[in-house]
């Protein structure tokens, strides 16, 4: 097969950004909540 | 450590390919100097506050927006001039940490105050984004800007900056480097904005929701955006990410009429395909479908007060993250051969946009729907 017949190179699954980020967010969400994580002295989340 | 052939039979193993392999070490190597940087932000942020409570002052008037930009902007500046920019450049995601943090902001709006901010930010967006794109269309024309330049800057200047400038290239074909530049022109006020609109709100002694609504309306990038609300009030914070939400949902209206006007009108005879209603929940902003579900599940009663208060610090960290790309992403190299005509353009839609939301904030939240 020369260099011109060969296939493109699967570049993979792309996800929009704004799906990810929905995603994302919405998991952080949900580990916060159902977690409990408001329950845990996490002396990061205090320093603002 | 030795290598051996596959065995006979066995699918040939594709190594991963080498700028692959490169990427995913960058990607790690940024992620761990944002994750540095933003720590960083917070520290300085604490002493900074602490040094100005000694000298006799409430509050801290340098609040992190502006803390993190300049971080950002120290390490981009040593980075570019060391050659090592390279390094991290795949973890500078700026919107991408900047709408997981707008999703999980829906944690402190109750999703009453979504609907009633929301309805004026409509009103104000519809008004907003006919008259700025209108003004810049017509100024570009007048100095004989190129259409696609024009659309691209049109929509950046009126809706949200460097997403619409993309959403509109898509629309209109434009240039990569039409994008590039506009997209630096857009930073490039942006940051100024940011700082110089809190102080000047503070001056005209608006209240936090007018205050919001004018940097809702006005500032182009939605981190900047964010980062004026931060500076002036939380309450302006909440108005300001509603007001440009609202604004970033007529990306797709925006890119579906261009569309049709350059196939039909700028483009005809060179057998354009007519575009379909589609463009508009192509381009539709969907992290805004997650804000409003963190807003909803907390309004009613699904995630505790204790818990939004945790997912709203949570979104304070990835706003940081983003201010931090602020500075990181800063480049001026693009502008260097655009001329001075595109820019005088930008300038003048950024101060008409500038004093028209003033007006039309202070009309619709101030007498309209004063709260």
């Known amino acids: 097969m020369t260099e011109k017949e060969r296939p493109p190179a699967r570049e993979g699954i792309k996800l929009n950004e704004d799906w990810l980020a929905t995603i994302v967010g919405l998991i952080l969400t949900l580990v916060i909540a159902i977690g409990g994580i408001a329950s845990i002295p996490y002396p990061l989340f205090k320093l603002f | ?371």
């Open chain 2, 1 to 371: 450590m030795t290598t051996s052939n596959p065995p006979a039979g066995a699918a040939p193993q594709t190594p991963a390919r080498p700028d692959t392999r490169q990427w995913a070490g960058q990607f790690v190597i940024g992620t761990i100097v944002l994750i540095l940087l933003t720590l960083l932000v917070a520290e300085l942020d604490g002493a900074i506050a602490k040094a100005f409570k000694a000298n006799g002052f409430n509050s801290n008037p340098l609040e992190y927006p502006l803390t993190a930009v300049v971080v950002g902007l120290v390490v981009n500046f040593l980075l570019r001039a060391t050659g090592r920019y390279e390094w991290i450049r795949p973890a500078v995601r700026t919107e991408f940490y900047l709408k997981v943090g707008l999703v999980l902001l829906g944690a402190r709006i109750s999703f009453g105050d979504l609907l009633a901010t929301g309805a004026g930010g409509l009103i104000q967006a519809v008004i907003m984004v006919g008259s700025v794109f209108t003004f810049t269309w017509w100024l570009g024309g007048k100095l004989k800007l190129h259409d696609t330049l024009r659309a691209v800057m049109a929509s950046a200047v009126s809706i949200c900056g460097v997403s619409a400038a993309i959403a509109a290239a898509g629309a209109v074909q434009a240039r990569k480097e039409e994008v590039t530049y506009i997209a630096t022109l857009v930073i490039l006020t942006a940051l100024p904005l940011m700082l110089l609109m809190p102080v000047l709100a503070g001056a005209f002694q608006l209240t936090p929701t007018v205050a919001g609504a004018w940097f809702g309306g006005n500032i182009d990038t939605t981190a900047a955006v964010v980062g004026a609300g931060t500076i002036f009030d939380p309450k302006a914070q909440e108005i300001a990410a509603v007001v440009k939400l609202t604004q970033n949902v007529l990306i797709g209206f925006a890119a579906f009429g261009l569309a049709i006007y350059f196939a039909t009108v700028v483009k005809k005879g060179e057998g354009e395909a007519r575009p379909g209603l589609g463009v508009i929940w192509q381009r539709f902003p969907k992290f805004v479908l997650g804000f409003v579900l963190v807003s909803l599940l907390v309004s009613v009663g699904l995630i505790s007060k204790d818990s939004a208060k945790v997912i709203d610090t949570a979104s304070k960290w990835l706003f940081t993250l983003s201010f931090v790309c602020i500075g990181l992403d800063f480049s001026l190299k693009d502008l260097k051969e655009a001329g001075w005509r595109p820019i005088a353009v930008y300038l003048a839609a950024t101060v008409f946009n500038t004093v028209l939301a003033l007006g039309v904030a202070y009309v619709i939240f101030g007498v309209i729907f004063p709260r």
